[in-house]
């Protein structure tokens, strides 16, 4: 695995990721997004392999199965399920993140049945202790399930083992974003390397992160923080470049928002559970707007931002409620919003390219 | 005649349009014309011809803008419709406020500050309704002349309602209203309030700052006007030349007057 400055960081293929676990003895689980416990995939001799709307897959045969205004992501990866995308994985895990997801839950598990396991996982939409009291007695109704498609009942080693693989990878990615500012590499390669925890093993990703060279790259023009569920394609980092602009953070439910505080709790559901509550604001975790409004003002403060892009798949609900608010306040706050709605797919539209422009040219 | 200080060169969706402009920022030449295929040869020859027209020096700056500026490579710079419809309005009316500009495929919403910069804007450049051509393929089923629409929509005072923001909806609801022996004209007048509800909610959405301001080709359809003024409860202010005001305002980014 290497990582070079200037040049696209290479990692394995998914394919050879699934060869690699397997020869480890452990089975893959596909999951959407965008919370789940990973440590406890991996007790059960399971590994992740998410699936955010593979922009390839075209929505026709996942968008029988929805109305119009269901996001790609959920449309897509419907289709991509349907087509045998997900052929020789054992199951399909999707949390409860949206009411879009647990359609998707409900569609397949009741109506289209692919070989796969379903699995869901109602996620509570708040952080008090009640409802860390709920997530737990979720996560080991899922943990039953996941014995049943792995066939292993983790011991207290595998346990053991599994949060200390994956507190190291969260400490990976945490350290990639506190780095951030001195790496040496453009957005679009820094996101490649974010997104590869997407399907990489815990130490995999560890050994990619630590490779991101540190040195001197000196960004110049409009600093801008994205917020959002997915910001693809990988082409939109260069594109924001050329237009003089270049990202300081982000609040991307695909990034940011999973960097988890550790959690060190004896039984391992609770700490499963208090960790997955333990992330950045997020209104897919019922985060009240206000608090989401104030981590972002203080971030967007310290890393020198101008303005926030919100870059969203068209249709989703959790970011469109917030939208509003977030424009008003942040408006008055003195850092201007853009809302720019997608469609997954392989290149940028010219008119979301126009937009973009549009606010760096008044931002600068 | 004063010297050309630069050129703008807003090559639109429907028309594409050059002006050019002298030190103090006045207009001393232009040309508009719908686009054609190729607008970058279609640029070319417009320069030529502005050329035989006026003394341009070969160093004078070009600022492109309009959906095709990245083509024009006679260009010095590009820059997006939002910056340049800005300073083109806020040098012709002198006032900060909000600026809706309605072209033949696109409509915009822009707050212009205190300084003449775009302080907050919102396009609508992926659907007919709310841009100029939702007018045209309508008025096209009712066989209006485009420039008597505005005129025609005013004449009368009923209005038949048109539901469909959709312009292939909204025209096989105007079929429906004909066979149904609606008159023309309260059909027209439906069609302008329909235009006008979905361009004035996306400037709420912005904020509106008064005054509003229009810009584009349709800020010439007298219905339109005095619908947006119903509707937002302001008085509407168009410029002199409201559809080369993207150009505009590219050649006074050009000179820096
Ligand atoms: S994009 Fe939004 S609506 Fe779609 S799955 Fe993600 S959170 Fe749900």
């Given at each position: 695995?290497s ?5 696209a ?5 998914r394919?050879?990721?699934?060869e690699?676990?397997?020869?480890l ?6 999951v ?43 449309v ?16 399909i895990l999707?949390?409860h ?6 359609g ?8 289209l ?11 509570p ?23 049943e ?41 820094f996101?490649?390397?974010?997104r590869?925890?997407e ?18 790259r000196?960004?110049t023009?409009?600093?801008?923080m ?13 594109q924001?470049?050329?237009l ?8 991307l ?14 039984d391992?559901f ?13 209104p ?8 989401r409004?104030?981590a972002?003002?203080t ?14 798949p ?9 939208v ?13 919003v ?24 008044t931002?600068? | 005649?004063?010297h ?22 006045a ?8 686009t ?36 024009i ?5 590009n ?21 809706i ?6 409509s915009?919403?822009?707050q212009i500050g ?6 907050d ?12 051509r ?5 008025a ?10 505005g ?7 009923s ?6 923001t959709?312009?292939?909806f909204a ?18 007048r439906?069609l ?15 904020g ?17 006007r005095?619908?947006?003024?119903e ?11 409201p559809?080369?005001?993207g ?8 000179s820096?007057?």
């Amino acid at each position: 695995m290497s990582t070079v400055a200037g040049h696209a960081p290479s990692f394995p293929s998914r394919r050879e990721v699934i060869e690699h676990v397997r020869a480890l003895g452990r089975e893959v689980v596909a999951v959407m997004p965008i919370h789940y416990p990973r440590a406890m995939l991996r007790a059960h001799r399971l590994h992740p392999i998410e699936i955010w709307g593979p922009p390839r897959v075209p929505r026709v045969e996942g968008s029988r199965h929805f109305q119009a205004y269901t996001c790609d992501i959920v449309v897509k990866a419907t289709s991509f399920v349907r087509s045998g995308g997900i052929a020789g994985t054992k199951a399909i895990l999707v949390p409860h993140t949206c009411d879009a997801l647990q359609g998707m839950a409900s569609v397949l598990g009741d109506f289209l049945h692919p070989e796969q396991r379903v699995l869901t996982l109602y996620l509570p939409r708040g952080r008090r202790t009640s409802d860390r009291d709920f997530l737990r007695e979720e996560l080991q109704r899922l943990g039953a399930k996941l014995s049943e498609v792995s066939g292993h009942q983790p011991s207290r080693a595998d346990w053991m083992e599994a949060f200390e693989a994956e507190d190291a990878a969260d400490a990976a990615l945490a350290d990639l974003y506190r780095r951030r500012e001195r790496l040496a590499v453009s957005d679009r390669h820094f996101y490649q390397v974010i997104r590869a925890r997407e399907y990489l093993t815990a130490e995999q990703f560890c050994e990619a992160a630590t490779a991101v060279p540190e040195g001197n790259r000196p960004r110049t023009g409009v600093g801008l923080m994205i917020s959002g569920i997915v910001a693809e394609p990988l082409e939109l980092f260069d594109q924001i470049e050329a237009l003089g602009a270049h990202i300081v953070g982000d609040d991307l439910a695909c990034g940011f928002r999973r960097v988890y505080s550790t959690s060190m709790r004896n039984d391992p559901f609770e700490r499963s559970a208090s960790r997955l509550l333990k992330g950045p604001p997020d209104p897919t975790c019922g985060t009240p707007v206000r608090d989401r409004i104030e981590a972002l003002q203080t971030r967007m403060r310290a890393l020198g931002a101008r303005g926030l892009l919100v870059y969203d798949p068209k249709f989703c609900e959790p970011e469109l409620f917030d939208v509003p608010l977030l424009r008003k306040h942040l408006h008055e706050a003195g850092f201007p919003v853009l809302h720019v709605e997608f469609e997954m797919g392989e290149t940028l539209p010219h008119q979301t390219l126009s937009r973009i422009e549009a606010f760096v040219e008044t931002l600068s | 005649m004063s010297h050309v200080a630069a050129i703008g060169i807003d090559a639109g969706s429907t028309t594409c349009k050059l002006v050019a402009v002298d030190r103090d920022g006045a207009i001393i030449a232009w040309l508009l014309e719908p686009t054609e295929p190729r607008v970058e040869i279609q640029v070319r020859r417009m320069l030529d011809a502005l050329r035989a027209e006026i003394r341009i020096e070969t160093a004078v700056p070009a600022i492109a803008t309009g959906y095709g500026r990245k083509l024009i490579k006679q260009a010095t710079r590009n820059l997006t419709e939002i910056t340049c419809h800005a300073r083109g309005v806020f040098r012709d009316l002198g006032r900060a406020g909000t600026l809706i500009d309605i072209g033949g495929q696109d409509s915009k919403v822009i707050q212009i500050g205190e300084d003449g910069r775009p302080v907050d804007f919102m396009m609508n450049d992926k659907c007919a309704a709310g841009t100029g051509r939702f007018l045209e393929y309508t008025a096209a089923r009712l066989g209006v002349p485009i420039e008597a629409l505005g005129k025609r929509a005013l004449s009368v005072s009923s209005e038949e309602p048109i539901s469909s923001t959709c312009t292939v909806f909204a025209e096989s609801e105007i079929i429906s209203l004909i066979a149904r022996g609606a008159e023309p004209d309260a059909i027209l007048r439906g069609l302008h309030r329909s235009l006008v509800g979905r361009v004035v909610s996306m400037a709420r959405s912005v904020g509106i700052v008064p005054p509003v301001m229009l810009s584009g080709g349709v800020a010439r359809n007298e219905a339109v006007r005095t619908m947006i003024a119903e509707a937002t409860g302001e008085d509407v202010i168009v410029p002199r030349q409201p559809q080369l005001m993207g150009a505009y305002g590219a050649a006074l980014l050009g000179s820096a007057a």
